[in-house]
């Protein structure tokens, strides 16, 4: 079956501007995360949803950061007022039913560069 | 709060020989999950092997095997036979169970492997 899917691949962005990155999880898939990558550095934890609702978002850098999955399934992070230092590739991952046996399916990413 | 550290920027190995990753964690949880990924230039996270903190018995996985030390704090993956495709970067990866459930993934900065023919 389909895998996690992300679009776009590549967002370059001026600074300043409103940016709004989307995550397909997998059909079914109930748990959903979202990471930042920067260059260099392992995956950082942003916001976990469950179903509809955001459990934990204590990852969110700053209110310029806001996410949403209205109906359960696709999820959008918005980013406002874009800075040089949001530039990162931020992934998407989700899991079956946020169990602790369940496996995080990652997305190949967005690459965000805000010049 | 946790910290995963991997001391090894990069590593290199001969193709068909064996190679050992470190990666040490902090914590004051006493149940937990690790995990090795697998970041190929494609940037898809890949998972390569995980441990149960309750287990002691190390994962193996074909090829890939874990050398996991609680009391140390300790999680080391071998690769065994080591093939062109395992070139990759290599993270290890910390998850506390809130209420028994999954929690978010706590990476380390990773390891630059490089499989030579």
Known sequence: GAGVSQTPSNKVTEKGKYVELRCDPISGHTALYWYRQSLGQGPEFLIYFQGTGAADDSGLPNDRFFAVRPEGSVSTLKIQRT????????????????????????????RLTVL | AQT?????????????????????????????????????PSRQMILVIRQEAYKQQNATENRFSVNFQKAAKSFSLKISDSQLGDTAMYFCAFMKLPRGS????????????????
């Open chain 1, 83 to 110: 800075e040089r230092g949001d530039s990162a590739v931020y992934l998407c991952a989700s899991s079956l039913m946020g169990l602790a046996d369940n496996e995080q399916f990652f997305g190949p990413g967005t």
């Open chain 2, 4 to 40: 995963v550290t991997q001391s090894q920027p990069e590593m290199s190995v001969q193709e068909a020989e064996t190679v050992t990753l470190s990666c040490t964690y902090d914590t004051s949880e006493n149940n937990y999950y690790l995990f090795w990924y697998k970041q190929p």
């Open chain 2, 102 to 117: 999954q929690g978010n993934l706590i990476f380390g900065k990773g390891t630059k492997l490089s499989v030579k023919p």
